[in-house]
């Protein structure tokens, strides 16, 4: 089992992991006006989260710099709103969630809340954008408790059944591989980092000896 505590530390932890998951997601898309669907995307999901902000243009700004600042400023998108200024960087600590019944315990409240803003969303492309997001997300929280191996069209279905039919994959759809993703998970493990600093450390001592 993956704890949280071996995981890189969330930029603004109100939003959860999965949407800091999805933050990263939107960085790694080449095309910048697929790219700007998908931050519109993510902003409807923050929004969802924070249904007092609906309507409300000064918040929707606010939600547009903490999009922003969970991409390390790093977003090049077509934005309503200017990048804001730089904050100083603050470690979240892990939040604790309130004891609920999820229909399958390994994706947690907040992949049930992405699937049922999904729903509601009515552009199709942006819908269907942030239904890929999110079986990619199922696939990824699966893997911290099956680390063996995961079953993409078992993933599928259970995504179909959470939404009562009403999100699926086209047919030409690929999940992540699953090589990948579990091999960027040993990659943030606490025993991978320090190794790394060990030999950062190591190839400095020898260069101050040469």
Do not use: C
């Amino acid at each position: 089992m993956e704890y949280h505590t071996q995981k890189e530390p969330l930029i603004l932890a109100e939003y959860g992991r999965h949407v800091q998951d999805m933050v990263n997601h939107t960085l790694s898309i080449a095309d910048r006006d697929e790219r700007t669907k998908a931050a519109n995307a993510v902003v409807q999901i923050m929004t969802q989260l924070n249904p007092s902000y609906r309507d409300n243009e000064e918040l929707i700004h606010k939600l547009w710099d903490d999009l922003h600042q969970m991409a390390s400023y790093k977003l090049d998108i077509d934005a309503p709103y200017p990048i804001p200024e730089r904050k100083e960087m603050v470690v979240a600590e892990r939040i604790q969630y309130p004891d609920q019944k999820f229909s399958y315990k390994h994706y947690g409240k907040i992949i049930e809340g992405l699937i049922e803003a999904a729903r509601k969303m009515e552009d199709l492309e942006e819908r269907k954008a942030l239904t890929e997001m999110i079986a990619n997300l199922m696939k990824k929280s699966y893997l911290t408790y099956n680390r063996d191996s995961v079953n993409d069209e078992m993933l599928a279905d259970q995504l179909k059944k959470m939404s009562d039919g009403e999100l699926s994959l086209e047919d030409n759809f690929r999940f992540h591989h699953t090589n990948d993703i579990l091999s960027k998970n040993r990659k943030n493990t606490p025993t991978n980092a320090r190794s790394s600093i060990n030999n950062k450390a190591k190839s400095k001592r020898k260069w101050q000896k040469k």
